[in-house]
T-cell receptor
Framework: GDSVTQMEGPVTLSEEAFLTINCTYTATGYPSLFWYVQYPGEGLQLLLKATKADDKGSNKGFEATYRKETTSFHLEKGSVQVSDSAVYFCALRENAGGTSYGKLTFGQGTILTVHP | GAVVSQHPSRVICKSGTSVKIECRSLDFQATTMFWYRQFPKQSLMLMATSNEGSKATYEQGVEKDKFLINHASLTLSTLTVTSAHPEDSSFYIC?????????????FGNGTRLTVT
């Protein structure tokens, strides 16, 4: 079945440091890939997505490129801020047309803490 | 953008009682809704998929008689935790989509923190 593996956390960085959170996936079809962010005590927010190979998703300074050859979707940000402290989830969703309910499969989440 | 409202945001109940959590799509018709459960410092685990007007499809290991899901309208799905026990304490999150295919966008509620004492 489908699966998503994220680098283990927690990740602790100083403000303005470079961030990489690794994500690799296993899927039988051609999934869409997502990064979600969860701030303390809140639900999930879509951060960015990519729907096909070589697509780059970007938002709020974060970006990730859909690499089919390495089955990866690593999240990067050049300069993190304290406000980026949150849990980040990588996820995939099969695009199996009308027969699929399109459920998301999540990675285990990576806790990011950014210190001033 | 599309909004999914989940209510209540927090609930504390006594062991043995039942708790109902509502998930509403406010500005679109949700053909499909998903219910997830999140344990502390862990990922979201899909519990069940519900389609309006039909029975929910539960993931393996989820007790359908304990976690009752009703999707009676295109804007409302409810999750009822029956005879709750402390081990049911968790963060429950719903998501909704207007379509049935993998391309249809997903929108998440803000979650419900359930504490069973």
């Amino acid at each position: 079945g489908d699966s998503v593996t994220q680098m283990e956390g927690p990740v602790t960085l100083s403000e303005e440091a470079f961030l990489t959170i690794n994500c690799t996936y296993t899927a039988t079809g051609y999934p869409s890939l997502f990064w979600y962010v969860q701030y303390p005590g809140e639900g999930l927010q879509l951060l960015l997505k990519a729907t096909k190979a070589d697509d780059k998703g970007s938002n709020k300074g974060f970006e990730a490129t859909y690499r089919k050859e390495t089955t990866s979707f690593h999240l990067e940000k050049g300069s993190v801020q304290v406000s980026d402290s949150a849990v980040y989830f990588c996820a995939l969703r099969e695009n199996a047309g009308g027969t699929s309910y399109g459920k998301l499969t999540f990675g285990q989440g990576t806790i990011l803490t950014v210190h001033p | 953008g599309a909004v999914v409202s989940q209510h209540p945001s927090r609930v504390i109940c006594k062991s043995g009682t039942s708790v109902k959590i509502e998930c509403r799509s406010l500005d679109f018709q949700a053909t499909t809704m998903f219910w997830y459960r999140q344990f502390p410092k862990q990922s979201l685990m899909l519990m069940a998929t519900s389609n309006e007007g039909s029975k929910a499809t539960y993931e393996q290991g989820v007790e359908k008689d304990k976690f009752l899901i009703n999707h009676a309208s295109l804007t409302l799905s409810t999750l009822t935790v029956t005879s709750a026990h402390p081990e049911d304490s968790s963060f429950y999150i719903c998501s909704a989509t207007p379509g049935a295919g993998g391309w249809s966008p997903l929108h998440f509620g803000n979650g419900t923190r359930l504490t069973v004492t």
